[in-house]
């Protein structure tokens, strides 16, 4: 029988995402290996990113300041906004470094199955910002998935009222995966070949 500290830790690791029972004990037992300082440094990173990250005001990004640090780069281009479904997206766009405008996280996609509806996201955030500021484009980066594009079409249909340029990443992504699967150079490839929608 396992020692109910250990069954606890690892009880606890299978609640992470992808992490199966197989993957929770072999991370339970490694960290139980190591020194206690280290255990001791991932148990306060944890803890830290609860207590100082926050949803940035603008876009809905992670941040420890306010605005993020993209929403307050001033060698960025306020004027073009990329949408994507969560925060950790961002990073996936970052990566390629070609894209040199801001974000607005929808913090989530349609989905009728899972009864996500359009109050559920913040298309409202996005329309606001749009309104009340001069915006040349908005790239909608959802997943290529049958939730992400549901909410691509949404978003057009909101935006074309409001005679902005609204744009969709070329897929090049695999259909039916996820945004944060893409490489590099398939990212670049999917933001260079955005099409009108
Ligand atoms: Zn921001």
């Known amino acids: 029988m396992t020692a109910p500290p250990l069954a606890y830790l690892i009880n606890e690791l299978t609640r992470l995402p992808g992490v199966g029972g197989k993957s929770a004990a072999r991370l339970a037992y490694y960290i139980l290996k190591r020194p206690a300082a280290e255990a001791e440094a991932l148990a306060n990173a944890i803890l830290e990113v609860k207590s100082k990250i926050f949803r940035c005001s603008v876009c809905n990004n992670m941040t420890d300041v306010e605005p993020c640090a993209i929403c307050s780069d001033a060698r960025r281009d306020p004027a073009v906004i990329c949408v994507v479904e969560e925060a950790f997206n961002i990073q996936t766009i970052e990566q390629t470094r070609d894209f040199k405008g801001v974000y607005h996280v929808l913090l989530g996609a349609l989905s009728p199955l899972k009864g996500v509806g359009p109050q559920d996201i913040d298309v409202a955030g996005l329309l606001r910002r ?22 691509a079409l949404y978003i057009a249909q909101q935006l074309h009222p409001l005679g902005v340029r609204t744009t969709r990443l070329a897929f090049g992504l695999p259909v039916g995966g996820d945004l944060e699967y893409a490489d590099q150079v398939t990212m670049a490839k999917a933001l260079e070949g955005r099409r009108e929608i």
């Open 130 to 151: 749009v309104r009340a500021n001069e915006i040349r484009e908005v790239i909608v980066a959802t997943n290529p998935n049958v939730e992400g594009e549901a909410t």
